[in-house]
């Protein structure tokens, strides 16, 4: 029966950047993947070019029950380091927006990158190959034996370290599956529930239908939402769960369904279900204010005019459509009024509806369209330091399996190569 220091379950990002690692510290490792074709995930990442890290990223850029948790592996291997690598391979990359950096070219770059590590580490490969079970030698065993079996489709191996890497549950058509909870599970380990996050959130059919025109308009808006503190059990504190506002600047994108865009994707990480969004489609702008000021002498027609006072472009459509909706509540306001003779009741009406849009989601795309899984392995029992599994030695859990979620930009793939090289220097 082989047997090797290190079985990897898992080649996405966190358990090739692991193996890569380990190997180069002079250990036999073997890198296990069920899936035909190496790092799909990587490949789809990023619009195709891989935001492959974020400039900024901090502990404040995750979601955990435990938010001081991925504090010590991202001090470990921080986004400097990681932008040291593409440098050593010589990989193009730029800065898109706040700190996010992106391959010029393609993800195949940084794939190429994570398998030159992985060949300078002497990394065994076996894809596609399924993992049945994973078994504890005894502890009897264990003192002269390697600690674990694992039966795999190419047949059964032994390693001293097993590291779970198998990711989250979003796009199951391209491999995700819930192996490594199962897996933490069996180890006795408890999994804070899992939700979709950084995801589109869809509507009712029925309410919706009023802004199906609007499919494809992109608008840069606030969008903030009250979510539970982060933190086990939401802050609770003699039974009252404390709640933080959250919100980004960034775009918001109206689809067939509901909404999208950077914005969206975002809160959609916090939002809790029956809880509506907040959306200033004018954030940094009083639009009532403007409005009124606007007025004096203004002989040009309301429904042409009003848009004029914002600071952003704002396409002709969803500027009808704030009209035509607030109109539904004020019959007073008109398009063809002019300006100057608008009532300041019916100009702050349009006001709030634009700086304070408040909807109420039905749901999310789910896992088919979520870029990452929220909750998976808790992190109380798990060490931060190498994420070891504090229940079963010699067992790691890194990357999107564990209950560390980054916001959109880069901070996921940083997670999976900071909690990859915690991993890999600790055995
Ligand atoms: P990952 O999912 O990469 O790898 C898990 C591996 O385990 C897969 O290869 C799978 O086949 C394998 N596996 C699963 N079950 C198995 C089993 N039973 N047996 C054997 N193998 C098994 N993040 C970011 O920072 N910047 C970005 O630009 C993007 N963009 C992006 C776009 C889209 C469309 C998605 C879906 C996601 C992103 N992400 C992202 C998120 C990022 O891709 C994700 O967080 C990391 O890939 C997680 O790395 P892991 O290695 O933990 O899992």
């Known amino acids: 029966m082989p ?17 890569g690692a380990a190997g180069q510290r ?90 030159a590590e992985c060949a300078l580490g002497g990394v065994e490969r076996w894809q596609p190959c399924g993992v049945k079970a994973v078994r504890a030698l005894t502890a009897e065993d264990q003192a002269t034996a390697p600690r674990y079996d694992i039966e795999t489709d190419r047949g059964p191996v032994q390693a001293r370290h097993v590291v779970v890497a198998t990711g989250g549950l979003s796009i199951p058509k391209i491999g995700a599956t819930d192996f490594g909870h199962r897996l933490a599970q069996q180890f006795g380990h408890r999994i804070v529930p899992l939700k979709p996050a950084l995801v589109p959130l869809t509507f009712d059919v029925s309410q919706w239908a009023r802004w199906v025109p ?94 004029d006072t914002l600071p952003v472009h704002i396409p002709q459509r969803l500027a009808q459509a704030w009209l035509d909706a607030t109109r539904e509540q004020v019959p007073t306001l008109r398009d063809d009024q002019p300006v100057a003779e608008a009532r300041d009741k019916d100009l702050e009406a349009l006001g709030q509806a634009f700086n304070g849009w408040q909807i109420t989601p039905h749901g999310t795309e789910g896992y088919a369209k979520a870029e990452v899984t929220a909750g998976g392995v808790d992190t109380n029992e798990l060490s931060s330091r190498t994420m070891e599994s504090k229940r079963s030695p010699g067992l790691y859990f890194i990357g999107e399996v564990v209950d560390v979620t980054g916001w959109l930009g880069g901070y996921n793939f940083q997670w999976a190569w900071s909690s990859g090289m915690a991993c890999a220097r600790a055995m």
């Open 26 to 115: 002079g250990l036999k490792v073997l890198l296990i993947d069920h899936a035909p074709k190496v790092a799909e995930k990587i490949r789809i990442s990023g619009g195709g070019r891989s935001n492959f890290t974020n400039r900024e990223c901090t502990p404040a850029n995750y979601l955990s029950e435990n938010p001081h948790f991925c504090r010590s592996a991202l001090s470990q291997y921080t986004s400097a380091d990681f932008i040291a690598l593409m440098h050593k391979h010589g990989v193009p990359f730029h800065e898109k927006h706040k700190g996010q950096l992106f391959c010029d070219h393609s993800s195949q770059q940084l794939i190429d990158v994570l398998l």
């Open 214 to 307: 609007l499919a494809g308009v992109a608008v840069p808006v606030r969008i903030a939402v009250d979510a539970p503190a982060q933190g086990k059990g939401g802050g609770k504190h003699g039974g009252k769960a404390k709640t933080q506002h959250i919100s980004f600047d960034e775009d918001l994108l109206f689809t067939h369904r509901g909404l999208s865009g950077p914005g969206v994707l975002q809160i959609s990480s916090f939002w809790q279900p029956d809880t509506p969004l907040h959306i200033d489609l004018a954030p940094g702008t009083e639009l009532a204010s403007a409005m009124k000021q606007a007025k004096s002498g203004n002989r040009k027609q309301l429904g042409n005019a009003w848009k």
């Open 3 to 19: 047997l090797v220091d290190v079985a990897v379950i898992g080649a996405g990002a966190a358990g090739l950047f692991c193996a």
